[in-house]
């Protein structure tokens, strides 16, 4: 053992130090060397390694950085929403200009600045040191950098050789690359509550374009300030914006800012019309989950902003007018709920579109009666006629045979009580409440919209799960990122979600939904050549526990066409300032929504789907009208709403006397 | 012995090679978006040096340098391109060494190094026994003065130091007697305290070795930001590219800092590779040494090695605030093409070595 290890030993010396005693030596001294080396490296990146980084994040925030412009915001149709342009400054130093002629002569030769603006500027600071020539937007600063310099050097000579002294270099100067001021441009017209807009210095006033969590991203392009981002769980856009500035990337939207000014438009007449508090207006792209437009009103374009004075306007209003109410406000929408429950009965099979359903004119549940608004006669709906005609009675009743936990249960499926995750700020969940609390009446008035709260755009979302065969798509903003040559650095990817309801329940929805325009409550919203399926729905807003039919929410939601649906679009009126009698939504939002339906329709010019009208060889017009039964194969739509007339004749003459029996038992 | 040249001559073409790939990708990776000229012309000149140490590697001997007509030419050579500096010369970075010929510009220190160092090797291997005289070690003194001085007159002092201690270390192999090597160092503490003296800046980032933090916007700075690199590094770096020191705060990340960007980029582990590999240069380098029998190839081959192993530890030295900020580049690795050639065209010399020279007989003697 011994002699196998002193055979080892000599071996190992041999291997590492040589015969020559001098060579050796070297060796040693290298090989201190090297154990100093990896001590102190080793020491830096451990023990020290705090020190350092503490002291780096002082230097980050003193360091003047380099200005760099801002990202470009365009929307899906390359118009630009915010764009920064270079600004161009030249500079001078009007107590060393010894011989003013001379330096007029050489700017006007070269520069082509005339010799009254130079004497206007430099009689004025004649013995300033520093001073502003030419400040413009228009100059390229490359091009005209080389002349700069060249009336520096031709000057500094000319002054030389007549024996001026000074300490300067640099008589005149342009603003280099470490010191570029930039102008940030919003050429569109269009309300600015959704990109927002930042001062001239680059602070963000409000912008609301957020990105959230995009790990992908951050480790491509965002290798700049990695580490500042790391520590966040969500990045904003301001931040994103100060790593995006050197690559002078381009942020594409998924918007359509003309089809948003004629939407602004058109709120703004119905603004005027109905005064109320605020009208909301989406567009959403069933399948990909694209918006193409988010409008409300008031809100404030950059024009109007820039047109008011100081003091014109407060943060606080202006605030008001910026605030994406798409996401932030939580609304109570009232009989927009229903179809959701109808949706969940014939997903679990317990009913079909076709059942008959015995609804009498009131109903008790616990200690309260709910009474309908849409009829005064008692008898046997059809599940579709409750639909469309909004009977709180008949909704109720599928809803008991449902269950509470199964209505929760789809809810939530269809995205309620959860964020949508849409790259804007400020969003709320809205509020749904675990269905053990739910007592009976609670549950009753859930079933048409009340008790429950959702934002704007997570009904957007819910109505293109009903309709496009019944997936959860989840609205995005931002489409992709592209770079300075115009390459997709990231593509934002389409937010597919879990399935909600199967492709057959998705088809009957449609085809009730249908009903709803072409038999029900939104007949005003029919169109001739397009079948469209929606829901009305128009909310008592409660406050102070009770509700008033004064302060109504008049909702409609539409998708369009209603045989291959390809977009959402949504309305919604605040508290509207009319009488009792207009206030319903069939009035107030179905108008509107067709307005808007039909610019969406003549904008993209979709198929038509109900009436399709060609040119003959002979040159008349013909029409061909699409059968019904392509949107849903039951042909029940000749169903009766209203029974026959002896029928109703007899039961008013019964209520009558029901009537006069309560009023002489009173008196 | 065979084994060990053979070795040695695949394994330092090897070792080479893997240094020169490891700099061209870490700098085309972070400069090609940039600035692609000097990613190109760093390749252009890294395919010059290869194709050159081949040639030199295999069609050459290198005993012809040893003859007295060509060691006039070297010594003369290198200080005639010295001269030239201060007519024709450019200053970048305080230091007056660069010539520009038209799209071309190199270092004429970094080659009259070269040349200077075969020349002490062939001139040690001929007069050895003469410098046990005083009169001839002195006469050797002021041949290397000449140079020196030429260099100090460029105001690089770092690389001053560089050849003189390049030449202490081959005196102390060779067989110079021991107390003459005392005069030697005193000589270079000559010349670094005539340096202090001329620029007193000199003693001050010195100082910041010890306290960096005291000269924090002077003298340490480039300490501080190359410390900072290396400890946002740590193990296993931030990934090649990502690196933000090389950005605004870390000066010339590419060539006097490489060591620190790569750090931060690469981290520790990969930093230890690159070490070892400069190590294991020297150990084999070594082992070349000591199978020859030939003279002028011993001290060639210390010389050479020397002056490419010290010179990296000269710059990790320097990039982990060892010592004191000076303008020292990685061989192999840095960006610059005049120093990759000249150290490529030295790597040569070396393989020509371990395949012409004779070979040393030894006997074991077992008692």
């Known amino acids: ?667 | 012995m065979d084994k060990v040249r053979n070795f040695s001559f695949l394994f330092l073409f090897i070792i080479s090679a893997i240094l020169v790939s490891i700099g061209l990708i870490f700098i085309s990776v972070n400069l090609l978006s940039t600035s692609p000229n000097a990613v190109k012309s760093q390749l252009i000149a890294s395919l010059i040096g290869v194709i050159g140490l081949l040639f030199i590697a295999t069609k050459f001997d290198y005993r012809v340098l040893q003859k007295d007509g060509f060691m006039k030419v070297l010594y003369w050579g290198a200080i005639i391109l010295l001269f030239l500096v201060f007519p024709l010369g450019t200053e970048i970075n305080g230091a007056r060494s660069w010539i520009k010929l038209g799209a071309f510009s190199f270092q004429p220190a970094e080659v009259a190094k070269f040349l200077l160092i075969i020349w002490v090797a062939a001139y040690l291997s001929k007069y050895e026994h003469e410098l046990k005289n005083p009169r001839k070690l002195l006469k050797f003194a002021g041949y290397i003065a000449i140079p020196t001085f030429l260099i100090f007159a460029e105001k690089d002092l770092g690389l001053v130091m560089l050849f003189l201690g390049t030449v202490a270390l081959m005196l102390f192999i060779s067989r110079v007697p021991k107390r003459y090597l005392i005069l030697t160092f005193i000589f270079i503490f000559i010349v670094f305290i005539l340096g202090v003296l001329i620029a007193p800046y000199r003693l001050k980032r010195i100082e910041a070795v010890i306290h960096p933090f005291k000269y924090a916007h002077t003298y340490g700075y480039q300490i501080i930001q190359a410390l900072i690199a290396i400890a946002r590094g740590g193990f296993n770096g931030v990934g090649i590219g990502n690196g933000i020191m090389k950005t605004y705060y870390l000066p010339e990340p590419y060539n006097d800092f490489i060591y620190a960007s790569m750090s931060e980029e690469l981290g520790f582990i990969c930093m230890i590779f690159i070490i070892a590999l400069f190590f294991t240069f020297l150990m084999i380098s070594f082992r070349l040494f000591e199978t020859c029998e030939d003279k002028f190839a011993k001290y060639l081959i210390a010389g050479i090695t020397l002056s490419i192993v010290l010179q990296a530890f000269i710059h990790i030295g320097v990039n982990l605030s060892l010592l004191p900020t000076t303008g020292i580049t990685l061989p192999f690795i840095s960006k610059g093409g005049t120093s990759l050639i000249v150290v490529l065209f030295s790597v040569g010399l070396l393989m020509n070595i371990a395949k012409n020279s004779p070979l040393r007989i030894s006997v074991k003697i077992k008692v």
């Not at chain 1, 492709?503 to 939904?513: A, G, N, Q, Y």
Request: include cysteine; hydrophobic fraction near 40%; glycine fraction near 4%.
């Open chain 1, 1 to 667: 053992m011994s002699r196998l290890f002193t055979k080892l030993k000599s071996n190992l010396t041999s291997f590492i130090f040589f015969r020559d005693k001098n060579l050796n030596l070297v060796l040693i001294f290298f090989l201190i060397f090297l154990g100093l080396i990896i001590y102190k490296h080793l020491k830096i990146i451990t023990k020290d390694k705090d020190l350092y980084l503490s002291y780096f994040k002082k230097i980050i925030h003193k360091q003047k950085k380099v200005i760099y412009p801002m990202v470009t915001i365009t929307d899906n149709f390359n118009q630009t929403y915010a764009i920064s342009i270079k600004r161009t400054r030249i500079y001078f130093r009007p107590k060393y200009i010894y011989e003013p002629k001379k330096f007029e002569d050489l700017l006007y030769k070269y520069l082509n600045i005339s010799p009254e603006k130079f004497e206007n500027i430099f009689y004025k600071n004649e013995d300033s040191s520093f001073a502003i020539l030419l400040d413009s937007y228009k100059l390229n600063p490359y091009a005209i950098w080389s002349n700069v310099t060249k009336v520096n050097r031709i000057y500094i000579n000319y002054l030389k050789k007549k024996g001026y002294k000074f300490k300067y270099k640099d008589l005149i100067s342009i603003d280099s690359d470490y010191n570029f001021t930039y102008k940030r441009l919003y050429p569109l017209t269009v309300p600015m509550d959704l990109v927002g807009f930042v001062n001239e210095a680059g602070d963000a006033t409000s912008f609301h374009l957020w990105l959230k969590n995009h790990n992908l991203l951050r480790k491509k392009i965002v290798n700049l300030d990695y580490f500042i981002f790391r520590k966040n769980a969500t990045l904003n856009l301001t931040k994103l914006q100060e790593a995006l500035r050197p690559y002078n990337a381009t942020v594409v939207t998924t918007l359509d800012a003309k089809l948003i000014y004629i939407f602004y438009e058109i709120l703004k007449k119905y603004y005027e019309k109905f005064h109320p508090k605020l009208i909301l207006a989406g567009l959403m792209d069933v399948r990909t989950g694209d918006i193409l437009a988010l409008v409300k009103y008031p809100s404030i374009t950059y024009d109007e902003f820039e047109k008011l004075k100081k003091g014109e306007i407060d943060s606080k209003t202006l605030n008001k007018l910026l605030t994406p109410s798409y996401v932030t406000n939580a609304y109570e929408m009232g009989s927009v709920f229903k179809p959701f429950v109808v949706a969940a009965a014939i997903n679990e099979g317990i009913i079909k579109p076709n059942t008959l359903i015995y609804c009498p004119l009131s109903i008790k549940v616990q200690n309260k009666v709910f009474k309908t608004d849409s009829r005064w006669w008692p008898g046997y709906l059809r599940v579709w006629q409750i639909v469309a005609h909004s009977d709180n009675v008949g909704i109720i009743k599928i809803a008991q045979k449902l269950g509470k936990e199964k209505y929760y249960k789809y809810l939530r499926k269809f995205g309620f009580g959860n964020k949508t995750g849409i790259e804007l700020p400020g969003e709320t969940a809205g509020i749904l409440r675990p269905w053990q609390n739910w007592k009976d009446v609670e549950f009753a008035t859930m079933t048409f919209g009340q008790g429950i709260s959702a934002s704007f755009v997570q009904i957007l979302q819910a109505y293109a799960a009903l309709v496009n065969g019944g997936y959860l798509v989840h609205p995005r903003l931002i489409k992709e990122i592209l770079d300075n040559h115009g390459n997709v650095v990231y593509k934002f990817p389409i937010k597919k979600d879990k399935k909600v309801i199967s492709k057959w329940t998705s088809w009957r929805m449609r085809r009730i939904l249908t009903d709803v325009v072409e038999f029900g409550t939104a007949k005003k919203a029919k169109f001739k050549q397009y079948y469209i399926a929606g829901k009305t729905g128009t909310a008592w807003k409660a406050i102070n526990g009770k509700y008033r039919k004064d302060k109504i929410l008049a909702t409609f939601v539409g998708t369009f066409p209603a045989v291959k649906p390809r977009y959402v679009l949504a309305v919604l009126v605040d508290e509207p300032q009319v009488n009792e009698t207009m206030a319903w939504s069939s009035k107030i939002a179905v108008p509107l929504f067709k307005e808007l339906a039909e610019k969406v329709i003549v904008k993209y010019k979709l198929k038509p789907d109900k009436r399709i009208c060609y040119l003959t060889r002979s040159g008349k017009i013909k029409c061909r009208k699409i059968k019904y039964y392509k949107i849903g194969i039951f042909p029940y739509h000749n169903a009766v709403w209203k029974p026959p007339k002896w029928y109703l004749e007899k039961l008013r003459e019964d209520q009558q006397k029901q009537n006069e029996n309560i009023n002489q038992t009173q008196f």
